[in-house]
């Protein structure tokens, strides 16, 4: 087991190291011991940086390239009569990896887009209530455990990026607030060809070349049981699908503003008990949702990440005794989450948030506010380092 | 006056078969030449800086459109109802152009499928929408470089002819006016219908462009109507026939520019005609459209379009006659074929 802390006291800054992108030859020393060697001439000198190709404590050192040449014992006695200079070094190390003077590389950069996560949180919890916030039940005694699946594929051919979301969820105790999501897909595009070209014909006909940077999305299943404001309700959005515009995003679309506009439809249960009798229970409803998204990672290394979502929901229910009216959603979430340490590479992080809600029921003809914290750690796995190659200048058409 | 009418008649097919002037069917051209130039008009495309091709003419008359438009139609009893409008368009012209010259014969042939428009929420009486739709409608324009039409003596003699020849016709039209009636002894208001079994007109072009889009047609022809009243509902219909035998008249004046993004089409007629009910009336219509092209995206177009109309259907079944008028504003978005 390794653990990374981050910022790592353990770089091995000061101990040269062999560069991923030149060759590499492995030749084996005196010691019977196979090194990584790297010459080039400096000042009309040969100088070769030597770097074992095993961990001090023994076994393999990993995240090293496959050598270029093999060769052998000779050839290390041939550089050093030769007159090369031997400087002691480590291995080479891909990109978002480092490597400790023991030989072992270990991961410094993260896509936290790309990630299974279990977490743990304190939930403190706050609810209006005749114009004060006052307990739901015991505002500072909310836990919460929460997990998700994060896939995210930036298509180079496609200058386009793919996010989806599974089994996506938090659930708090001791009250048991369940919040899941089943699928969630979006879409969005850094497209330089045109989507379209339009043609105006005031005057002289001229042509506008457009690339709206837009994308889409979609959403199965989201459950909200027993919210803070409404203990007794449940809430399943069976489906929604939305476009997306996407005002700013960084050149790898990782960083982004988004806006998006759609139309779900779900049911919903006033008691949320009355769904024992069946899912012919509740009240089907239809309508326009809306999202704004700001999504930062702060510097190169995604160990400090930034999402605010704002979002809008006006369901229209359909039948039941409050058929044709409708609620007024808002949510409002901002959140922190930064990398603090990994093990074996799976990286543990710190994350606080901010939310609020103000939700509408026309059954009861009733709004509540409620507004919650939350500070927590999460535990990711499998997050790859994360990705800079550029683009390419154009898209595939 | 139907004296009058067969002797016109007469003078008409007299022009129309005789020598050039003859409105027989186009020969088909051989080996596709004569025919209008293909669809890849390169004159039709400009190039932007970027070196993007795009499109900067059309024909307005070959294109597939979806419209949608406010109108404000009278109601039939003193005030109007605005109205949302959609409609479909399916139109398509060719052109074949034979010989050189002086002797340089051009058709033009105009075709309209299935075109109409309903006001979906507007709803006269019942369920069903007012609205106003046309199976097929052609227009045919022969222009000729020198017209002239032959008499058939011994020798024949030819003499010059100052007008373009053509064709007019409409088949199956139905008409939901947004006015509904009610028959006498019945007491409830009920929509009605207005078919225009077939209508054709024979036509005479003094302006003679030879101009695709251009014309002035003066026509005379037949029409054949039914009028379809409920009584008390449509499931048990009474019909009033209406029939012009030669007895409409017509005028069609239709402009576009060199690069088909202005259109102009006003029509008018008017058609006494002999009724089922053993009784002359009186039936007249009339419409003015124009329709502008402001942007192309992707190279199709999209257009706004003004049309007023006018109809005076008369008197039928106890029912009393009624003025139809409407104005709409709205836009289409076409996808051309040529």
């Given at each position: 087991m390794a653990l990374a802390v981050f910022p790592a006291a353990a770089r091995a800054d000061a101990v040269p190291q062999l560069a991923w992108d030149k060759p590499v030859r492995c030749l084996t020393n005196d010691d019977g011991k196979v090194v990584r060697v790297q010459c080039e001439t400096r000042d009309k000198e040969l100088v070769c940086l030597v770097a074992p190709n095993e961990a001090t404590q023994g076994g393999e050192i990993g995240h090293t390239k496959e050598c270029d040449t093999i060769e052998p014992s000779e050839a290390l006695k041939k550089l050093v009569k030769d007159g090369a200079k031997m400087v002691p070094a480590i291995a080479e190390t891909p990109h978002g990896y480092a490597r400790a003077s023991t030989g072992r590389a270990y991961q410094v950069k993260f896509d936290l887009l790309n990630r299974i996560f279990l977490g743990a949180s304190w939930v403190?919890?706050?609810?209006?209530?005749?114009?004060?916030?006052?307990?739901?039940?015991?505002?500072?005694?909310?836990?919460?455990?929460?997990?998700?699946?994060?896939?995210?594929?930036?298509?180079?051919?496609?200058?386009?990026?793919?996010?989806?979301?599974?089994?996506?969820?938090?659930?708090?105790?001791?009250?048991?607030?369940?919040r899941?999501?089943?699928?969630?897909?979006?879409?969005?595009?850094?497209?330089?060809r045109p989507a379209f070209w339009l043609t105006s014909f005031f005057g002289h006909p001229r042509l506008y070349e457009v690339a709206p940077p837009l994308g889409w999305g979609f959403r199965i299943l989201r459950v909200n049981d027993r919210p803070p404001a409404f203990k007794s309700t449940l809430d399943m959005e069976f489906a929604e699908a939305h476009l997306a515009w996407n005002p700013w995003q960084s050149e790898d679309l990782y960083n982004h503003l988004r806006i998006e506009a759609g139309l779900d439809f779900g049911k919903f249960w006033e008691d949320r008990t009355e769904i024992a009798k069946g899912t012919g229970s509740g009240v089907w409803y239809a309508g326009f949702d809306a999202e704004a998204k700001l999504r930062v990672s702060l510097g190169d290394s995604g160990l400090h990440n930034v999402n605010v979502d704002l979002g809008y929901a006006r369901p229209t229910y359909l039948d039941g005794p409050k058929a044709g009216s409708g609620a007024n959603n808002i949510t409002l979430k901002a959140s922190y989450e930064g990398?603090?340490?990994?093990?074996?590479?799976?990286?543990?992080?710190?994350?606080?948030?901010?939310?609020?809600?103000?939700?509408?029921?026309?059954?009861?003809?009733?709004?509540?506010?409620?507004?919650?914290?939350?500070?927590?750690?999460?535990?990711?796995?499998?997050?790859?380092?994360?990705?800079?190659?550029?683009?390419?200048?154009?898209?595939?058409? | 006056m139907i004296r009058r009418a067969l002797s016109l008649l007469a003078v008409v097919v007299l022009l129309l078969i005789s020598g050039r002037a003859a409105a027989e069917p186009p020969p088909p051209p051989a080996d596709g030449a004569g025919e209008d130039p293909p669809a890849e008009d390169e004159s039709a495309y400009r190039m932007s800086e970027s070196g993007h091709r795009y499109r900067a003419r059309f024909d307005p008359a070959s294109r597939v459109s979806l419209t949608s438009g406010l109108t404000v139609v009278h109601d039939g009893e003193g005030s109007a109802?605005?109205?949302?409008?959609?409609?479909?368009?399916?139109?398509y012209r060719k052109l074949y152009s034979f010989g050189a010259g002086e002797g340089r014969v051009i058709w033009q042939v105009d075709h309209q499928l299935t075109s109409g428009t309903v006001r979906p929420f507007v709803r006269p009486a019942g369920g069903v929408p007012s609205l106003d739709a046309t199976l097929y409608r052609t227009t045919l324009l022969r222009h000729s470089e020198s017209p002239s039409i032959v008499l058939?003596?011994?020798?024949?003699m030819t003499i010059a002819f100052p007008f373009d020849v053509g064709l007019d016709a409409e088949l199956g039209r139905v008409n939901v006016p947004i006015t509904p009636v009610t028959l006498p002894g019945f007491g409830k208001k009920q929509p009605w219908v207005h078919i225009g079994v077939v209508r054709t007109s024979f036509t005479l072009d003094p302006w003679r462009t030879g101009q695709p889009g251009r014309s002035l047609a003066l026509g005379v022809g037949v029409r054949y109507d039914v009028d379809v009243y409920p009584a008390p509902t449509l499931d048990t219909p009474r019909f009033v026939h209406r029939i012009a035998p030669l007895t409409s008249g017509s005028v069609r004046f239709r402009y576009q520019t060199d690069d088909g993004l202005l259109m102009l089409d006003a029509f008018g007629e008017a058609a006494p005609h002999w009724t089922s009910e053993n009784q002359w009336a009186f039936l007249a219509n009339g419409t003015v459209r124009l329709d502008r092209t402001l942007i192309a995206i992707n190279d199709r177009p999209i257009s706004a379009f003004a049309e007023v109309g006018y109809k005076y259907l008369p008197e039928g079944a106890g029912a009393p006659a009624l003025h139809d008028v409407h104005g709409t504003l709205g836009v289409a978005a076409s996808l051309s074929l040529k």
């Open positions: 403190p919890t706050f609810q209006l209530s005749e114009k004060a916030f006052t307990s739901p039940e015991a505002p500072f005694g909310r836990g919460q455990a929460e997990m998700g699946i994060h896939i995210s594929v930036l298509s180079h051919k496609g200058r386009s990026r793919h996010d989806i979301r599974i089994l996506e969820g938090t659930a708090t105790f001791a009250d048991l607030e369940l899941g999501l089943l699928f969630a897909y979006d879409y969005q595009h850094l497209h330089r990398i603090f340490a990994a093990i074996n590479d799976q990286p543990l992080s710190f994350r606080v948030s901010a939310e609020g809600a103000s939700r509408e029921d026309p059954f009861a003809d009733v709004r509540n506010l409620e507004v919650r914290a939350t500070a927590g750690v999460r535990l990711s796995f499998w997050a790859p380092p994360r990705v800079f190659e550029p683009l390419p200048e154009f898209e595939d058409p | 109802v605005a109205a949302f409008e959609v409609g479909f368009r399916f139109g058939p003596m011994s020798p024949p």
